[in-house]
């Protein structure tokens, strides 16, 4: 984990420097909507450090997985939303194309199962 990657697009988001609709953040976490929705409600959470994907996360980081869910469990509250899927794409494989964690929240449509 690195406090903030220049080059990283989250990491700019974190800061500002580019613009993001932000439903809550606090000293861990900035949950925004995503720029290209593929739910009605299409929000993602993110630590503010730099970390790559779940992958790179250590077993001593509990708090913080805890702080992203926990957001996301207050933005469905806030939101009035009970039915919700979460997920993070870890890999280029798996479809993950921004290379900082971030927690989807999609609701406000069916969803299939299995995901494509
Ligand atoms: P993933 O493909 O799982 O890595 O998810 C990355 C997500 O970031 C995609 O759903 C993108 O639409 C979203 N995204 C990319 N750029 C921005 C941005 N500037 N603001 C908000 N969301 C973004």
């Given at each position: 984990m690195t406090e903030r990657?220049?080059?990283c697009l989250f990491c700019r988001i974190v800061v500002g420097e580019i613009?993001?609709?932000?439903?809550?953040?606090?000293?861990?976490?900035?949950?925004?909507?995503?720029?290209?929705?593929q739910a009605?409600?299409?929000?993602?959470?993110?630590?503010?450090?730099h970390i790559g994907s779940?992958?790179?996360?250590?077993d001593d980081d509990g708090e913080l997985l805890a702080a992203l869910f926990g957001a996301l469990r207050r933005v469905a509250e806030d939101g009035?939303?009970?039915?919700?899927?979460?997920?993070?794409?870890?890999g280029?494989?798996?479809?993950?194309?921004?290379f900082h964690l971030h927690i989807h929240l999609l609701a406000g449509r069916p969803m299939s199962w299995p995901p494509g």
């Open positions: 990657d220049p080059n613009p993001s609709d932000r439903l809550l953040e606090d000293d861990r976490v900035v949950v925004f909507r995503d720029v290209n929705p009605p409600t299409h929000v993602l959470a993110i630590p503010r450090a779940l992958a790179d996360l250590d009035g939303i009970t039915d919700y899927r979460v997920i993070s794409n870890v280029a494989g798996a479809g993950q194309s921004v």
